[in-house]
């Protein structure tokens, strides 16, 4: 099967939030963090992913894989948004502050048509908290880190090395540059050994507990494979 990577567009949009829904259906955090799924709103769902696709067709590394030789040119396979690394020092730019406030204004109009589609929002912000306490603690490269901040392969194309390829998009690029990826993975088997195969280490577990009930994410970083001549 020809595979083909290129740049998450518009068009996409509806096949990559299938794509991400089938894939996390069964996901331990998806299911931690909407646990009550009598209230879970797949339409709702859908439209919050949209809102995310489309920030990061603006702001992010979105790539997406399709199967060249398919009649449905449009179908995606995979799709994987890195986040680009941000040195320590570079302040928040007025623009990036304003995509910030245009996807909040987004979300709240969602939110006040949907409602929160089964949301957990304690067990959210846990989530949030405890992100930003394992980032500050393993991102110690003032350069910053290439963050894949979600990776999936529809559940019946995986094994083809569909996420291999999503993953070398930027890994390559990471290489070019001598600088870390980072990723929190969901599952500790099988993520970590493909994860590992793409070059990432487990570095620490991060805990997000509610009241006992624990989803498990496991934070690994990737070395530049090569470190350009200076």
Not at 43 to 70: E, H, M, P, Q
Not at 215 to 225: A, G, N
Request: aromatic share 12%; with cysteine.
């Amino acid at each position: 099967m020809p595979i083909s990577i290129t740049r998450l567009a518009e068009a996409h949009i509806p096949s990559a939030v299938t794509a991400i829904q089938e894939a996390f259906k069964d996901d331990p955090y998806n299911l931690w963090v909407y646990n009550d799924r009598a209230k879970l709103d797949l339409n709702r769902n859908r439209v919050s992913l949209g809102i995310r696709c489309k920030w990061g067709i603006r702001n992010a590394l979105f790539y997406v894989a399709k199967d060249t030789s398919s009649d449905a040119k449009d179908e995606v396979l995979g799709i994987a948004m890195w986040m680009p690394p941000r040195p320590t020092e570079l302040k928040e730019s007025w623009a990036e502050r304003f995509e910030g406030w245009r996807m909040w204004a987004q979300q709240v109009r969602m939110n006040l048509w949907y409602g929160r589609g089964g949301l957990n929002v304690k067990r959210y912000w846990i989530w949030k908290a405890k992100q930003s306490e394992a980032q500050n603690e393993i991102w110690t490269d003032p350069r910053g880190y290439y963050f894949l901040n979600i990776m999936v392969v529809l559940p019946g194309q995986q094994g083809k090395g569909i996420g291999k390829a999503l993953a070398g998009e930027v890994t390559k690029l990471a290489d070019q540059e001598g600088k870390r990826c980072y990723l929190e993975s969901s599952r500790d088997v099988p993520n970590m050994k493909i994860y590992e195969a793409m070059g990432f280490h487990f570095v620490e577990q991060m805990d997000c507990d509610d009241d006992g009930e624990v989803c498990k994410l496991f934070c690994m970083v990737r070395e530049p494979q090569s470190v350009p001549p200076t």
